[in-house]
C-alpha cells in the first residue's frame, strides 16, 4: 500500500512543514499514462532488460524498481510540495514551483583514476539513473508534475575512455521520462521554466560544477528557494514492499555472509583475514559491494566504536565484534555479531553476551508503530542499567540516576538508526518521530568494558559486545527482522563457529 501524503507530512520537521502536519484533506497520487519505449539495442550508462535480462525485467528501471514505482515517488514529492504550498498562503499554492536535483560527479582518487561511483540517494531515489553528470528536474503550477531529465549527451570519444552513456533516446526509454535533454542544456531550460518557487538543496550542492554553471545564476535571479531534503527524506523513511524485498535480500546475503566468515574463525586469526572473507561472501552471492567500510575488531579493539584499521591478530580465548553490511542494487544491510574467534564463549563472554543479547530481544519487541527510536533509546538505557547490576558491574546500592549514568557510559551511543538506500538514511528525519509501518531500522544495543578499567570485576576487562539486527516496522504481526537469517544466541553461534572451513576450497562443509 503506498503511504498517503498525510503520513508523510507528519515524518517532516515542523520547521519544514509549518502547519501542514495538521494537513486532513488527502491528495490523490496519480500516475501519468506512461508510454512504454524500446530500451535501444546497445550498451547503456547501467543495465537495461537488453544487456541485463538476468538482472533487469522489461519496465523496470534498476534491478526491482519500475517506471511506475520511480513515477509514483515524482508524484508524491509534487503532492508534499504542493501541501506545504497551501499552508505558505494563496502566493505560494500559485506559484510556479520548480524542484531540481543533481547527481553526484564522478570523483578521483588521483588525477585520472575515478573512485567507483556512487550515485547521489535523492536522485537515484526520484529518477533511477545511475550515470554521473545528470540531473532531473520536476515542474508545473501548483503542483509541480512534470519532469524533465538531463544527463550526459553521447560522445564516443568518451565513451571509448569511460564505457557507455545512455543518451537522451536511453533514459528516455528506461526511465519512461518523455522530456530528456543533454546536461549542458540545464542552465537553458531553468531559465525558461521561470520558477517563482525554487526546491533545491544549496547548502551542500550534490555536484558543485553543475550548482555552479547552471543552478547558481538561477538563485542569483532571486526566486524564493526552500531546501529539499526534509521532502526526499520523508519519502524515502516509508519502504514500498519492493524497496523491502530488495532490503530482505541485502539481510539474506550478509547473513550468510557472517555464518561463513563464523565458521573460518578458528584459534588465532587476523582481522584482515575475516574482513576479506566478509567482503568476499557478501560479494559472490550477490552483493554489488560492502555498504561501509566494516568493523572487524578483536579483543579490546572492540571498545573502539568506528575501528576500521581491521589489521590486528585476534588472540586464541578472545572475541571478535564484526560491523558490516552490503549494498543491493541501492539499498543496505547494517548487521553486528560477536562472537569468540575460537568457537566457545568463556564464562564472562557468555555473561556480558546474554546481558547484551537479553536487552536487544526486548528492543526488537517494542519495534511497532507509533514508538519512536528515542523511546526505545530511553528503554535500552533502563535495562542497560538492570543488568549492569546483576552482573556486578555497578553496586546494587548505587541510584538509579547513577545507574542510567552507567548505561551512558557503557554504551555511549543510541540504540539505532533509519535505514534504507544509506546506512545512516534520511538523516532530517529525527529519532522522536513515531515509527509508521515501511520504515526500517536498527536496533543495536551494546557494552563496552575497556582494558585496565579498575571499577569493573576483572573477568570483563577488554571486552566488548554489540548485536545488531535491521528491522521493518509492519502493522501487523510485529516487526519484519531482515537479519534473522545471521547467528545470533549463545547455541547458534558456537554452532556456525563449528562447522568445519576447508582452507583448500574456501568453503564450510
Same mark, same amino acid.
Given at each position: ?31 501519468? *499514462? ?30 526491482? @524498481? ?6 509514483? &515517488? ?17 502566493? +505560494? ?19 585520472? $583514476? ?7 540517494q ?15 528536474? =520536476? ?34 526509454? =528506461? ?6 535533454h ?34 547558481s545564476?538561477? @538563485? ?5 528557494? &526552500? ?44 582481522? +584482515? ?24 575488531? %578483536? ?5 573502539? =566504536? ?8 585476534i588472540?586464541? %580465548? ?42 536487544q530481544?526486548?528492543?526488537? *519487541?517494542?519495534c ?10 530511553s528503554?535500552? @538505557? ?5 543488568? =549492569? ?7 546494587? *546500592? ?5 545507574? @542510567? ?34 520504515m ?8 563496552? $568494558? ?20 535491521d ?18 544466541? $549463545?547455541?547458534?553461534?558456537e554452532?556456525a563457529?563449528?562447522? &568445519? ?9
Open positions: 500500500m503506498s503511504p498517503s501524503v498525510n503520513s508523510l507530512v507528519a515524518l517532516l520537521p515542523r520547521s519544514s512543514r509549518g502547519c501542514v502536519w495538521c494537513l486532513s484533506r488527502n491528495i490523490s497520487v496519480k500516475p501519468g *499514462s506512461l508510454k512504454p519505449k524500446s530500451v535501444p539495442p546497445r550498451y547503456l550508462g547501467q543495465p537495461s532488460p537488453f544487456t541485463h535480462p538476468h538482472l533487469i525485467k522489461p519496465g523496470e528501471v534498476t534491478p526491482g @524498481l519500475t517506471q511506475t514505482e520511480y513515477e509514483l &515517488r515524482r508524484h508524491r514529492l509534487a503532492s508534499l510540495i504542493e501541501a506545504q504550498a497551501d499552508q505558505l498562503g494563496p502566493s +505560494a499554492s500559485s506559484s510556479s514551483h520548480v524542484v531540481i536535483v543533481l547527481s553526484h560527479p564522478t570523483r578521483y582518487m588521483t588525477n585520472d $583514476i575515478p573512485y567507483p561511483f556512487h550515485q547521489n535523492d536522485f537515484l531515489y526520484l529518477s533511477g539513473i545511475l550515470e554521473p553528470d545528470s540531473a532531473l528536474v =520536476l515542474y508545473g503550477t501548483g503542483r509541480p508534475d512534470q519532469a524533465i531529465l538531463f544527463v550526459p549527451r553521447r560522445d564516443p570519444a568518451r565513451e571509448l575512455w569511460d564505457g557507455p552513456r545512455s543518451g537522451k533516446d536511453g533514459a528516455a526509454a =528506461l526511465t519512461g521520462i518523455e522530456r530528456v543533454s546536461t549542458e542544456e540545464l542552465g537553458l531550460v531553468l531559465k525558461s521554466l521561470k520558477g517563482t518557487m525554487l526546491w533545491y538543496d544549496s547548502s551542500q550542492p550534490a555536484h558543485p560544477r553543475l550548482h555552479q554553471t547552471h543552478v545564476p538561477l @538563485l542569483e535571479a532571486g526566486p524564493m528557494s &526552500r531546501t529539499l531534503k526534509p521532502l526526499t527524506h520523508s519519502l524515502r523513511a516509508l519502504k514500498s514492499s519492493a524497496e523491502v524485498a530488495l532490503m530482505q535480500e541485502a539481510g539474506r546475503i550478509t547473513a550468510q555472509a557472517f555464518r561463513k566468515t563464523m565458521a573460518m574463525s578458528h584459534g588465532e586469526v587476523d582481522e +584482515a583475514a575475516l574482513y576479506a572473507k566478509f567482503d568476499f561472501e557478501n560479494r559472490i552471492h550477490g552483493a554489488n559491494f560492502l555498504a561501509y567500510p566494516p568493523v572487524v575488531a %578483536g579483543g579490546n579493539r572492540a571498545n573502539t =566504536l568506528h575501528y576500521i584499521n581491521n589489521n590486528q591478530i588472540k586464541d %580465548g578472545e572475541m571478535v565484534l564484526l560491523d558490516g553490511g552490503c549494498e543491493y542494487y541501492g539499498y543496505v544491510s547494517d548487521i553486528t555479531r560477536t562472537w569468540p574467534v575460537n568457537g566457545k564463549f568463556s564464562p564472562a563472554q557468555a555473561e556480558l553476551y546474554e546481558a547484551v543479547l537479553e536487552v530481544r526486548s528492543c526488537l *519487541s517494542l511497532s508503530p507509533g514508538v519512536s527510536l528515542d523511546h526505545i533509546y528503554t535500552m @538505557l533502563a535495562l542497560l542499567g538492570r543488568q =549492569l547490576r546483576q552482573l556486578g558491574i555497578v553496586k546494587a *546500592s548505587t541510584s538509579d540516576a547513577d545507574v @542510567l549514568k552507567a548505561a551512558r557510559r557503557f554504551c555511549p551511543h543510541h540504540v539505532g538508526h533509519y535505514l534504507g538506500m544509506d546506512v545512516h538514511d534520511t538523516p532530517e528525519l529525527s529519532r522522536s518521530q513515531p515509527l509508521q509501518p515501511g526500517a531500522i536498527t536496533i543495536e544495543p551494546g557494552l563496552y $568494558i575497556s582494558e585496565g578499567d579498575d571499577q569493573v570485576p576483572e573477568r570483563f576487562h577488554g571486552l566488548g559486545v554489540r548485536i545488531e539486527d528491522v521493518v516496522i509492519r502493522d501487523k504481526g510485529g516487526p519484519l527482522i531482515l537479519s534473522s537469517d545471521a547467528p545470533k544466541t $549463545i547455541a547458534d553461534v554452532r563457529c563449528a562447522q &568445519r572451513w576447508s582452507r583448500q576450497s574456501g568453503t564450510t562443509d
